[in-house]
C-alpha cells in the first residue's frame, strides 16, 4: 500500500492531527506531502515490542528528519511533538488552523504544479560522521538494552541504509525476545477480559475506601489509592500500631526515591497524607464504598473482622480480602451478603508491584468483579482474575518453585548458586532472596499448616531448621544469608551453609554437583506444570493471565514473556520429556507431568495458542 501511494500519478497528501506513530507513521512517510498539527505526537514505538518498523520506518525517517533525530526516535520509540520537526523534510507545512482545509490547500496547489512528486526514499541521509555517530548510539544501546534485540538490529538497519543504500537497509527480524513483548502486550490487555462478565456490566460507585491494617500491606495498600487522589479511612486496633503505620507511609513518600529526586513534591506528599483518616473505631468505615482488609493471614483474625464489617457496612458497599492462600468462600461466608465480597490480592512492595489479582468466589457478584478490575486500571495495577484455590495463581505456583529450591539444597546446591543461576536467567531475585525479603516465618507458617492438611505431601524441612534458628531474614539480620544493620546486601552464611550440609546428611542424602541449567531448568519448570494444573482446573481462564500474574508480581524475565510462553518457546515435548527425567531423580514425586502438558506434548501444541 504505501508503495502505491508512494508511486502515485497524482499528489499525496497526509494530514496528520492527534498522533502518528508505527505503521500510521510509515504511511505518511511514504506519501509525497505531510501536513500535520501543533502537538501532534510522532513516533516509531515498535522497539518497545522489540520489533524493527516494519515498513520502511528504518530507511524513510533517517532521510525526512537526519540521521541523529531518527536514530534516537526508533530506539527508544518515544513520541515527539510535531512542531519539534517542523524545520525538517518530515512536514511541509505545520497548519496553526484548520489542518483539513489547509491540507485539501496544499494538495490542490500541488497537483497544479503537475510532477513528479517528491518521495521520501529518494532523500539522502546526510551527516558529517555518520559511521562515528552510529557507532555511539551503538554503544548507548547497549548500556540500556542488554536482553533486547531489536534496537541494536535497528541500528544495523539504518546503517545498512546509510552505506549501501535504501533497498539494503529494509531489514526486519522476528526474535522470540519480540515475541515475548508482543504476548505481554496484547496479554495484559485480555486480562480484564471476562467471558461471563460483558464490557458493559453495571460498575459501583468507588469514592472513599476503608482499610483495616496498618501494616506493611495495609499502609502500602492505602498509598494506592492515595495515589489516585481517593480518601482512605486506616484503621487499626492499637494507636502505637496506627502512628507506626502513618510514619511508614509518610517515610515511603518523603524517601530518596520520591521527594529527594523530584519525582513528587513536599506539597503532593501533604496533599496525600491529608486524604487519610485515621482510626480506631470500625464505626469510621460506615460510610466507604470498598473496605479492603489487610490483616494477619490466619483465618480466625479474618473471620472476626469481617464479621464486625457485615454489621457496619453500608449497603452496597465491596468487602475485599487481601488474602494470599485462604479460602475467600469461607471468609465470605462470615457475612450476610458473600456476593459483595471478593478478594484482592496486593503484592509487595504493594505500592510499586502492578499485579492485583481479583479473587473471585463463588458468590461474588459480576458487578463486584466489574467494578474491581475498573478500579484496578485507575490505581495503576494490572488486574488477573483468579478462582478460588489454595494460593490462587502465583502464590499456589511459587510454592511448587521453593519447594524445588528446597530439594536441590537438600541434594547439593547451595543458596548463593540457585539465586546466581536464575537471576542469570532472568528472574529479578532468586527464591533465597525473596524470601529473605518477604520474611522466612511466612512460608514456614503455611507449610506448618501443608504438613496438618496434606501429610502426604513431600517437603525438604531444611527452611524449617533455618526458621527454627530464628533466621527470619532481613527483618531479622540473618536469614539464608547475613545482613549488615542499615544494609540489603545478601552476605553468603557459613552457619548457614554447614546447616545446609549437615541436614542432607542427616537425611541420608548423598549431595552432589547440580548445574546452574538443571537449576533453572527445575525452578521454570515447576512454575510452568502447576501452572498447566491451574489451567486444567480453570483457576485461570487462559494460559496468558499466568504470563501476566508472573511478569507483574513475580519478577520473571520480561523478554521471555512468562512461564507459559517460556514453556512454549521450548516445546512441549521437551518440557514433558524433561519433567519425566527429574521424575526419575530423588525427590521425584514432585515431576508427575499435568494432564494439559501431556496432552499438548503429544498433539504439538501450546499453551498460547
Known amino acids: 500500500m504505501i508503495k502505491a501511494v508512494e508511486g502515485s500519478a497524482k499528489p499525496a497528501v497526509v494530514a496528520i492531527h492527534a498522533v502518528a506513530m508505527g505503521g500510521g507513521l510509515e504511511l505518511a512517510l511514504g506519501a509525497h506531502y505531510r501536513i ?16 524493527l518498523p516494519g515498513a520502511g520506518g528504518t530507511q524513510r525517517l533517517p532521510r525526512a528528519v537526519g540521521l541523529e533525530t531518527a536514530l534516537n526516535m526508533i530506539v527508544s520509540g518515544t513520541p515527539v511533538p510535531s512542531e519539534k520537526l517542523a524545520q525538517t523534510a518530515l ?28 518521495k521520501v526514499r529518494d532523500r539522502k541521509i546526510e551527516h558529517p560522521n555518520a559511521e562515528g555517530f552510529i557507532q555511539f548510539a551503538r554503544n548507548s544501546v547497549a548500556a540500556v538494552a542488554q536482553h533486547f534485540p531489536a534496537p541494536h538490529e535497528c541500528i544495523d538497519a539504518i546503517e545498512k541504509g546509510v552505506k549501501e543504500g535504501f533497498e539494503r537497509g529494509l531489514a526486519l527480524v522476528q526474535t522470540p525476545e519480540s515475541r515475548a513483548l508482543r504476548h505481554t502486550f496484547f496479554g495484559e490487555r485480555a486480562a480484564d477480559k471476562i467471558a461471563d462478565v460483558p464490557p458493559d456490566t453495571p460498575v459501583r460507585k468507588i469514592g472513599h475506601i476503608g482499610v483495616v491494617g496498618a501494616g506493611t500491606m495495609g499502609g502500602g495498600i492505602a498509598m494506592n489509592f492515595l495515589n489516585a487522589g481517593l480518601p482512605v479511612v486506616l ?26 529526586k523530584g519525582k513528587l513534591t513536599q506539597e503532593k506528599v501533604e496533599e496525600r497524607m491529608a486524604l487519610i483518616h485515621p482510626t480506631l473505631s470500625y464505626a469510621d468505615l460506615a460510610q466507604a464504598d470498598l473496605i479492603v482488609e489487610a490483616v494477619f493471614e490466619e483465618l480466625g483474625v479474618k473471620e472476626q473482622v469481617f464479621r464486625q464489617l457485615d454489621e457496619i457496612a453500608k449497603p452496597g458497599a465491596i468487602l475485599a480480602s487481601n488474602t494470599s492462600t485462604l479460602d475467600l468462600n469461607k471468609i465470605a461466608s462470615f457475612t450476610k451478603l458473600p456476593g459483595d465480597v471478593i478478594g484482592m490480592h496486593f503484592f509487595s512492595p504493594t505500592n510499586v508491584m502492578k499485579l492485583l ?100 505431601l513431600h ?28 544494609r540489603r546486601d545478601a552476605l553468603p552464611s557459613k552457619l548457614v551453609d554447614d546447616m545446609i550440609v549437615a541436614y542432607s546428611k542427616e537425611q541420608g542424602a548423598v549431595r ?98
Do not use: H
Open 36 to 51: 500535520a498539527a501543533p502537538g501532534a505526537q510522532i513516533a516509531l514505538p515498535e522497539v518497545k515490542l522489540d520489533l
Open 91 to 118: 512536514f511541509d507545512e505545520i497548519a496553526e488552523a484548520d489542518l483539513l482545509a489547509a491540507a485539501i490547500c496544499f494538495a490542490g496547489q500541488a497537483a497544479d504544479r503537475g510532477g513528479p512528486y517528491p
Open 235 to 260: 484503621l487499626e486496633t492499637k494507636q502505637d500500631a496506627l502512628d507506626r503505620g502513618l510514619a511508614t507511609i509518610r517515610r515511603n513518600y518523603e524517601d530518596e526515591a520520591q521527594v529527594k
Open 357 to 456: 489479582e481479583a479473587v473471585r468466589g463463588e458468590e461474588t457478584a459480576k458487578n463486584v468483579l466489574a467494578t474491581v478490575i475498573q478500579l484496578a486500571k485507575k490505581i495503576g495495577k494490572t488486574a488477573v482474575v483468579a478462582d478460588v484455590c489454595d494460593g490462587f495463581i502465583g502464590n499456589r505456583m511459587i510454592e511448587q518453585y521453593i519447594r524445588q529450591a528446597l530439594f536441590m539444597l537438600e541434594e547439593g546446591a547451595l543458596p548463593a548458586q540457585i539465586d546466581r543461576a536464575i537471576e542469570q536467567f532472568g528472574f529479578a531475585m532468586g527464591p533465597f532472596r525473596m524470601s529473605n525479603l518477604a520474611g522466612n516465618d511466612i512460608g514456614w507458617a503455611i507449610r506448618k499448616r501443608r504438613y496438618r492438611e496434606q501429610p502426604e
Open 459 to 486: 517437603y525438604s524441612r531444611v527452611a524449617d531448621r533455618l526458621c527454627e534458628m530464628g533466621c527470619f531474614g532481613q527483618k531479622t539480620g540473618a536469614g539464608w544469608y547475613d545482613y549488615q544493620p542499615g
Open 512 to 609: 552432589r554437583r547440580i548445574g546452574d541449567e538443571e537449576i533453572v531448568e527445575r525452578l521454570v519448570l515447576s512454575l510452568v506444570n502447576e501452572g498447566a494444573k491451574i489451567l486444567d482446573e480453570g483457576i485461570a481462564a487462559k494460559a496468558s493471565d499466568i504470563d501476566m500474574v508472573y511478569l507483574t508480581g513475580y519478577g520473571f524475565p520480561l523478554w521471555r514473556g512468562g512461564p507459559m510462553l517460556y514453556a512454549d518457546t521450548i516445546g512441549l515435548y521437551n518440557v514433558e520429556r524433561a519433567m519425566r527425567k527429574y521424575a526419575q531423580q530423588p525427590n521425584g514425586a514432585a515431576w508427575q507431568p499435568a494432564a494439559r502438558v501431556s496432552a499438548l506434548a503429544a498433539s504439538g501444541g501450546r499453551f498460547n495458542a
